[in-house]
């Protein structure tokens, strides 16, 4: 019915492990303290995923972003759950507040892996879900999606064109691409056969999260299994970069990672860290983010200058420019608007959340500095690389907001 689905860096195959090889491998967290995340809207979700190994439940909310929650007590798939959240700013041990977005009043502890710690209750059973996330593998029957800490295989009915209703199937979505699914919930927990459509083409990380079944120091490699579903076994070997020491990995393990595929497929891996509570989750020792491409490793070693003539201390000037109240609250205002953005799963992607979150704090440092040239330029430059990311704004309301409010600080920039 549909052409062969491409190997994931031929690295998808059908696989046999040997229980007797599967160990449990835990690690001595370094306390450190939890940041918050903004939790919006009424905190409702449902569980589509229980994984034991790593103690989490994987529940969808609303929009279908996927979150990975730390928790004890196992829940029945389909179950309706309300997310314990904690009103923003309240004193707790351990837990590093930031600034909440406009209208937010709750928030949930994050990891530094993604993942996320949380009461649940339960409040019903849902007949349908909505799961929205990046494409990790695929076949003519199933997709699986993943988020930080997970991955969620869906067996699929139909794919539809992209934004046309309509039962004709058309191409499998590519590793890397955006997909939203709808998935009706049976009785007992029991999962029906999705709809769903590709979202966005453009070019992603892809989490991962699965057991550790080999690790090739000869080859510095790893390989990441994933085996929920018989319908789509996913097999990934990943090249290690040298500064992840693979002594400190053992087949069994339970690890999320996540890797950028270059135009061949061939796949790179961005970060790497351990998935056996929210303690390892969170400490920054046990994970691996390997630098942007391009980023030097150490610095360039440069001549030493040529000493010179001292000079008459100049009187520092004042910058002709400062930026007003008005100028500032424009820009905390982006701020705030991309942050929402990110916790309601319009960024899917971490390392372009990071890049664009510290192009919008560096037009703020130059607003300070009474750099408007620069400030201009930065916010030019961080609203270009919003638009190419999520060219969609019908689909993506964050996107639509975020730039709004981006174009709002500009407009302030250039009257003051």
């Not at 449990?24 to 190994?53: E, I």
């Not at 029945?76 to 309300?82: A, S």
């Not at 009043?105 to 990891?111: D, E, M, V």
């Not at 560096?362 to 270009?384: C, K």
Request: net charge positive.
């Amino acid at each position: 019915m549909h052409a062969p689905a491409k190997r994931f860096a031929a690295a998808v195959a059908l696989t046999t492990i040997t229980a007797a090889a599967i160990t449990t491998t835990t690690h001595s967290a370094v306390p450190v303290p939890l940041q918050m995340r903004p939790l919006a809207g009424a905190r409702t979700a449902v569980v589509v995923k229980h994984q034991p190994r790593s103690q989490t439940i994987v529940v969808a909310t609303p929009s279908g972003r996927l979150m990975t929650i730390h928790a004890l007590r196992p829940t029945r798939i389909g179950t309706r759950v309300q997310i314990g959240g904690i009103k923003w700013g309240s004193v707790i041990e351990g837990v590093k507040w930031g600034v909440a977005p406009a209208g937010v009043k709750w928030g949930i502890k994050w990891a530094s892996n993604g993942t996320y710690s949380a009461k649940l209750r339960k409040i019903g059973v849902a007949k349908r879900v909505r799961i929205r996330g990046i494409v990790v593998a695929r076949n003519s029957r199933a997709v699986a999606i993943g988020a930080p800490g997970t991955v969620v295989i869906v067996r699929m009915a139909v794919w539809l064109p992209p934004f046309i209703k309509s039962v004709n199937a058309t191409a499998l979505p590519a590793v890397g691409n955006v997909v939203n699914v709808t998935v009706p919930m049976g009785a007992n927990g029991t999962i029906g056969k999705a709809s769903g459509r590709v979202e966005s083409t453009e070019p992603r990380d892809v989490p991962v999260a699965g057991t550790v079944t080999a690790v090739t120091p000869a080859n510095r490699t790893i390989t990441i299994t994933v085996s929920s579903d018989p319908v789509l076994p996913i097999v990934m070997t990943i090249p290690v970069p040298t500064a992840v020491d693979l002594s400190t990995l053992s087949v069994g393990e339970e690890v999320t990672a996540s890797v950028s595929l270059d135009a061949a497929g061939v796949p790179r891996l961005t970060s790497l860290g351990p998935a056996t509570g929210l303690a390892a989750s969170n400490d920054p020792t046990l994970q691996f983010t390997a630098p942007a491409p391009g980023t030097p490793t150490s610095p360039t070693p440069t001549t030493p200058p040529t000493p010179t003539t001292p000079t008459t201390p100049t009187t520092p000037t004042t910058p002709s420019w400062t930026a007003d109240a008005a100028v500032l609250a424009a820009i905390d205002a982006t701020i705030a608007e991309l942050a929402a953005a990110q916790t309601a799963g319009d960024i899917l992607d971490r390392r372009l959340a990071t890049s664009l979150a510290a192009k919008i704090q560096s037009v703020r440092t130059a607003a300070v500095a009474g750099d408007r040239t620069l400030a201009i330029a930065q916010l030019d430059s961080f609203i270009a690389e919003v638009r190419e990311a999520f060219p969609d704004d019908f689909r993506n309301p964050g996107n639509s907001r975020t730039r709004v409010k981006a174009r709002a600080a500009r407009w302030e920039l250039t009257r003051s």
